[in-house]
C-alpha cells in the first residue's frame, strides 16, 4: 500500500498569498497517478486535479499541480477568500483499481 | 448535470447491518465504475470499495473485506453498500462517487453511526 503524506498540516496565509502544499508517497506513484481534491465544511470533496498537473473541468488557473515519482506539489499562485479550505491528495497508480489519501492539510486565514 | 443521492445512513448498534444506496442521474450509469468512499467526521478521507460497470470487478478496502458488499444496478442506476458486522470504527459519512481512478462527481454523503 502507498501511504500519501501531506505538509504541512496547517498552513496559515492571507488572501493573496501564494500557498504551497505538498503531498510525499511512501514509494513511487506509477505514472503519476496522482490527483488533488478541496474540501470545505459541510460539502463533499470537489476534484481540482489529475495526472499530478492536470486541472479538472472548470478549476481556476491559479490552481496548479506538479511532481513526480513520490513527491507532488499543489500550488494556489494567488489565495482567493473561497480557497480557504482541507486539500487532499489521493494516488491511483496500484493494481488492481484501490486508492490511497493523504491526511489532508487545512488552509486558514491568517 | 450529474446527480448522486446517498440514502440510507442511520443508528446502528455494533454488529448490526445497515445498507446504503445511491441513486444516479444525469449520466449514463452503466458506463462508470462507481466507488463508496467514507469520511470520519472531522477526519479524513478514506475508500472503501468500487465496482465495474458491468459489476465483474470489486475491490475492497481491507478493513471491511468480509463485511461490507457493493453492488449495483443499472437498470434502476443505483449502487448499494451492504454493511454487515458493523464496528463502532465504521462510523462516517459515505459518499458514492463516479470513479475514473479518480473522483469527479460526489454525492452529499450519508452518516452511518455506530454506538451501543
Known amino acids: 500500500e502507498i501511504v500519501l503524506t501531506q505538509s504541512p498540516g496547517t498552513l496559515s496565509l492571507s488572501p493573496g498569498d501564494r500557498a504551497t502544499l505538498s503531498c510525499r508517497a511512501s514509494?513511487?506513484?506509477?505514472?503519476?497517478?496522482l490527483a488533488w481534491y478541496q474540501q470545505k465544511p459541510g460539502q463533499a470533496p470537489r476534484l481540482l486535479i489529475y495526472?499530478?498537473?492536470i486541472r479538472a473541468t472548470g478549476i481556476p488557473d491559479r490552481f496548479s499541480g506538479s511532481g513526480s515519482g513520490t513527491d507532488f506539489t499543489l500550488i494556489i499562485s494567488r489565495l482567493e477568500p473561497e480557497d480557504f479550505a482541507v486539500y487532499y491528495c489521493?494516488?491511483?497508480?496500484?493494481?488492481?483499481?484501490?486508492?490511497?489519501f493523504g491526511q489532508g492539510a487545512k488552509l486558514e486565514i491568517k | 448535470e450529474v446527480q448522486l443521492v446517498e440514502s440510507g445512513g442511520g443508528f446502528v448498534q455494533p454488529g448490526g447491518s445497515l445498507r446504503l444506496s445511491c441513486e444516479a442521474s444525469?449520466?449514463?450509469?452503466?458506463?462508470?465504475?462507481m466507488s463508496w468512499l467514507r469520511q470520519v467526521p472531522g477526519k479524513g478521507l478514506e475508500w472503501v470499495a468500487n465496482?465495474?460497470?458491468?459489476?465483474?470487478?470489486?475491490y475492497y478496502l481491507d478493513s471491511v473485506k468480509g463485511r461490507f458488499t457493493i453492488s449495483r444496478d443499472n437498470a434502476k442506476n443505483s449502487l448499494h453498500l451492504q454493511m454487515t458486522s458493523l464496528r463502532v470504527e465504521d462510523t462516517a459519512v459515505y459518499y458514492c462517487a463516479t470513479d475514473i481512478r479518480v473522483f469527479d462527481s460526489w454525492g452529499q454523503g450519508a452518516l452511518v453511526t455506530v454506538s451501543s
Open positions: 465496482i465495474k460497470q458491468d459489476g465483474s470487478e470489486k
Open positions: 489521493q494516488q491511483y497508480g496500484t493494481s488492481p483499481r484501490m486508492y490511497t
Open positions: 444525469g449520466l449514463t450509469f452503466s458506463n462508470y465504475w
Open positions: 514509494q513511487s506513484v506509477r505514472d503519476n497517478y
Open positions: 495526472g499530478a498537473s
